[in-house]
């Protein structure tokens, strides 16, 4: 017999003998236990009896003690009887203390790091930084949780080899951080690439309750909506929760020395795109003109019509056509006139140079009408203002659902450099429609109007538009329709009527400024 098995046969029989040494000393063991459990309570009496009653006390005792001992069989009862009670008191262990409750935060970021370990970790690696015997500790150098448990913000390091430059790899462990952080929450991640580390902040949610206002912006600035500190170098006044409060703005500059003259917006449905349109309506109408194209028919910018500054707002194939042809016919006109200025060197007439505007809401519809009955495509029809519309002071805004992104012209897509997309957005998503990754894994959950924008090359951004309503939305709060109303250009009998019964009703008080209007210009109305 082999010495190996000499020795496990010894450690069986040892281990036997035990399991029945356990079973034949469990008696004495309760027994043992009672007994401790009396002594501990005669002493606890004894150190509770005043010092003048110990006395009497040890002589009536030892009484008792004699008059059992002189009894018959008095000692052997008395035995008994002692062990019987100890057996009794000490037949169930004493409670073990209770656990410790685990720390939230600990099991918290154990399971972060398993869930990180297959993602960064490399199994031929002597000591891995992330491995399934690695701690948390050793690579977390930092965490922070708010007031609900949940995490706020993490530092940690990963290893050299892993590919932080390749957008997959970072959105794999982004996914997964976020899974187990909290999807309902966006998070930023910063990835420093010279010294392998990754800081992860929690972002806070934006304000939801800015209406549509007169923004202190220069002409041609649009105000898009309103970002995280990150997001913007400067901020602006806003009439906020009725008081005034700075907050950082997205600001869309527009005109002839923009980079990027034109915006597409896309969004899932409910998302917020054709407010997000009413929203630039109302601030381009300051210092410019505008047409509407409303593809998918639904009135949302009806409160536009017959406005001062508003040459049209069409809702059918027809009419977007005519007007589209307009606008292209006149954006060819303001070259040829700006053209003629500059070789006269003379400035240029205020006709071509006043803004001109063409918001487009959901143009495919119209697309998908056209090529139905055998029309032109209106998105062909934008083509020269897309191309030549910095130069003749035309800019294009076009919004349209994310699913339509595909049915989207080409030439639309090359020239709309000011992006945004609303709504709750997957990354990969969010990158195909701002043409770059977010640094930020969007919430599964958005409030409307809640999205990201990237004008030309910059980084994308967090938005939040202003809360710009239909004012012939009866369902939409009265304080909001009235914010949109004092900033129409004039009041008609639609609207005038309604701001005073919401006024009375509301108690919003009227004393908001009007919006500054320029004096009437001299400009062309369309020829249709
Ligand atoms: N920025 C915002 N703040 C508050 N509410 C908003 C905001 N944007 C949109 N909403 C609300 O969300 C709803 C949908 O808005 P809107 O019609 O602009 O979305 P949409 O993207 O154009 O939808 P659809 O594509 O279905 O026409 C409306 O009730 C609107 O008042």
Not at 482 to 489: C, F, G, H, K, Q
Request: contains cysteine.
């Amino acid at each position: 017999m082999s010495l190996t098995r000499h020795l496990s046969r010894g450690r069986d029989l040892a281990r036997t003998a035990g399991d029945h040494a356990s079973d034949m000393f469990a008696p004495l063991t309760v027994i043992g236990r009672g007994l401790r459990h009396h002594s501990d309570w005669v002493k606890a009496r004894w150190a509770a009896t005043p010092k003048e009653k110990r006395g009497p006390t040890i002589f009536l005792t030892a009484a008792g003690v004699l008059g059992v001992f002189l009894l018959p069989h008095g000692p052997l009862l008395a035995l008994v009887a002692l062990m019987a009670s100890a057996a009794w008191v000490g037949r169930s262990p004493k409670a073990p203390p209770a656990a410790p409750e685990p720390d939230a935060a600990d099991l918290k970021l154990t399971a972060l790091y398993a869930a990180l370990t297959p993602y960064l970790a490399a199994p031929e690696e002597l000591s891995p930084m992330y491995g399934p015997d690695g701690r948390y500790q050793d690579v977390f150098s930092g965490w922070e949780f708010d007031d609900q448990g949940r995490l706020a913000g993490l530092d940690l390091g990963y290893p050299a080899y892993f590919t932080d430059t390749e957008p997959a790899a970072r959105a794999r462990v982004e996914q997964v951080i976020q899974g187990k952080a909290g999807r309902s929450r966006e998070y930023r991640f910063d990835w420093d690439e010279e010294s392998n580390r990754l800081r992860v902040t929690a972002l806070a949610p934006l304000a939801t309750d800015i209406a549509a206002q007169p923004f202190v912006t220069t002409p041609g600035e649009i105000v898009l909506g309103f970002t995280d500190d990150h997001g913007s170098r400067r901020t602006i006044p806003v009439t906020q929760d009725g008081g005034t409060v700075q907050q950082p703005p997205v600001v869309w500059r527009t005109g002839a020395r923009s980079s990027e003259p034109h915006l597409l917006a896309l969004g899932s449905a409910g998302s917020g795109t054709s407010t997000l349109i009413r929203s630039i309506a109302l601030q381009a109408l300051r210092h410019g003109d505008l047409m509407v194209i409303d593809g998918a028919g639904t009135g949302e910018h009806a409160c536009l019509v017959n406005r001062p500054g508003v040459h049209t707002v069409e809702t059918s194939l027809h009419g977007a056509l005519a007007a589209l042809e307009w606008a292209a016919q006149e954006t060819e006109r303001r070259l040829t006139a700006l053209n003629a200025a500059r070789h006269h060197g003379v400035a240029a007439p205020e006709d071509v140079t006043r803004p001109l505007w063409l918001l487009l809401d959901h143009p495919t519809e119209l697309t998908e009408l056209a090529h139905a009955e055998g029309r032109p495509d209106p998105q062909e029809l934008l083509e020269l203002p897309l191309r030549h519309g910095r130069a003749a002071r035309v800019t294009v805004v076009v919004a349209d659902d994310l699913t339509a992104y595909d049915r989207i012209s080409p030439t639309v897509r090359a020239t709309t450099r000011a992006r945004v997309v609303l709504g709750p957005t997957s990354p990969g998503t969010a990158e195909a429609v701002l043409a770059a990754p977010l640094d930020i894994t969007p919430a599964t959950q958005t409030p409307p109007g809640r999205g990201y924008a990237r004008i030309g090359a910059s980084a994308p951004v967090r938005l939040q538009v202003p809360v710009t309503v239909d004012p012939l939305d009866d369902e939409a709060p009265a304080a909001h329709r009235e914010a949109v109303i004092t900033l129409l250009p004039h009041r008609d009998t639609r609207t005038e009527a309604s701001a005073v019964d919401l006024k009375a009703d509301s108690g919003v008080p009227s004393g908001t400024p009007e919006m500054p209007k320029e004096p009437p210009a001299v400009r062309p109305r369309p020829v249709w």
